[in-house]
C-alpha cells in the first residue's frame, strides 16, 4: 500500500492540479486510498513555505479545492451510479443478510427527501474524512437521491474537506521546517 501511496504522492507532485484530480477519481473508486493523503500532501507540496497571501490561497483552492471536489465528485459516480441501477436487485436477493429490505429502503428515500436536513447531512457527512465516502454514495444510489442535489452536496462538502485537509498540509509543512535543521 505504501508503494502506491508514494506513486500518487509523485504522480502529484509532476501533475500538479490535474494529478490531484485524477487521484481524487481514482481515490473515490479505489476505497483504501484515503482522500486525506492526497489533499494534506498537496497542500504540504504546493504550499509548503509560502506565505499566507492572496496568490497561495490562490493555489489553495486552485490546484487543491477544486481539482478535489471535482474528481471526488466524477469519481464517486461510478458508486453512486452502480448502487442506483443494482441496488434494489442486490437488496431483494441479498439484503436479509444486511437487515435491508426495499420497504426500508423506500422509506430512508421518503425521509430524506420529506426532510432538507436530512439531504444537507450529505453534505456534511463528506466533511468527515473518517467516513468513507463509498458508503455515502452507495447509500444516495440506493435511496435514488436526485443526482442534482447528490452532486451539488458532493461537490459543496469535498470542497469543503479539501479546503480544510489542504490548509492542515500547509500548515504541517511550516512546522516541519522549523524543526529542519539549518532553517
Same mark, same amino acid.
Given at each position: 500500500?505504501?508503494?502506491? @501511496?508514494?506513486?500518487?504522492?509523485?504522480? &502529484? =507532485?509532476?501533475?500538479?492540479? %490535474? #494529478?490531484?484530480?485524477?487521484? $481524487?477519481? *481514482?481515490e473515490e473508486i479505489?476505497?483504501?486510498i484515503p482522500s486525506?493523503?492526497?489533499?494534506?500532501?498537496?497542500?504540504?507540496?504546493?504550499?509548503?513555505?509560502?506565505?499566507?497571501?492572496?496568490?497561495? @490561497?490562490?493555489?489553495?483552492?486552485?490546484? &487543491? =479545492?477544486?481539482p478535489s471536489a %471535482? #474528481?471526488?465528485?466524477?469519481? $464517486?459516480? *461510478?458508486?453512486?451510479?452502480?448502487?442506483?441501477?443494482?441496488?434494489?436487485?442486490?437488496?431483494?436477493?441479498?439484503?436479509?443478510?444486511?437487515?435491508?429490505?426495499?420497504?426500508?429502503?423506500?422509506?430512508?428515500?421518503?425521509?430524506?427527501?420529506?426532510?432538507?436536513?436530512?439531504?444537507?447531512?450529505?453534505?456534511?457527512?463528506?466533511?468527515?474524512?473518517?467516513?468513507?465516502?463509498?458508503?455515502?454514495?452507495?447509500?444516495?444510489?440506493?435511496?435514488?437521491?436526485?443526482?442534482?442535489?447528490?452532486?451539488?452536496?458532493?461537490?459543496?462538502?469535498?470542497?469543503?474537506?479539501?479546503?480544510?485537509?489542504?490548509?492542515?498540509?500547509?500548515?504541517?509543512?511550516?512546522?516541519?521546517?522549523?524543526?529542519?535543521?539549518?532553517?
Open positions: 500500500m505504501s508503494f502506491f @501511496i508514494e506513486k500518487i504522492i509523485q504522480f &502529484i =507532485v509532476d501533475q500538479g492540479a %490535474l #494529478g490531484v484530480f485524477v487521484a $481524487s477519481i *481514482v479505489i476505497v483504501p486525506t493523503i492526497i489533499q494534506t500532501g498537496a497542500g504540504f507540496l504546493f504550499l509548503s513555505g509560502m506565505p499566507v497571501d492572496a496568490n497561495s @490561497i490562490w493555489i489553495l483552492f486552485s490546484r &487543491i =479545492v477544486v %471535482l #474528481g471526488a465528485t466524477i469519481g $464517486s459516480l *461510478v458508486i453512486y451510479g452502480l448502487v442506483y441501477w443494482g441496488g434494489m436487485p442486490f437488496v431483494k436477493k441479498f439484503g436479509k443478510y444486511f437487515f435491508l429490505t426495499p420497504k426500508k429502503v423506500e422509506k430512508a428515500k421518503e425521509t430524506v427527501l420529506s426532510h432538507r436536513s436530512i439531504i444537507w447531512a450529505f453534505c456534511v457527512v463528506r466533511f468527515i474524512p473518517i467516513l468513507p465516502s463509498v458508503f455515502i454514495a452507495a447509500g444516495a444510489g440506493l435511496i435514488r437521491l436526485p443526482i442534482r442535489i447528490y452532486l451539488w452536496t458532493s461537490m459543496l462538502g469535498i470542497a469543503v474537506r479539501a479546503t480544510y485537509l489542504g490548509l492542515i498540509g500547509w500548515f504541517v509543512a511550516e512546522a516541519s521546517e522549523a524543526f529542519v535543521p539549518g532553517h
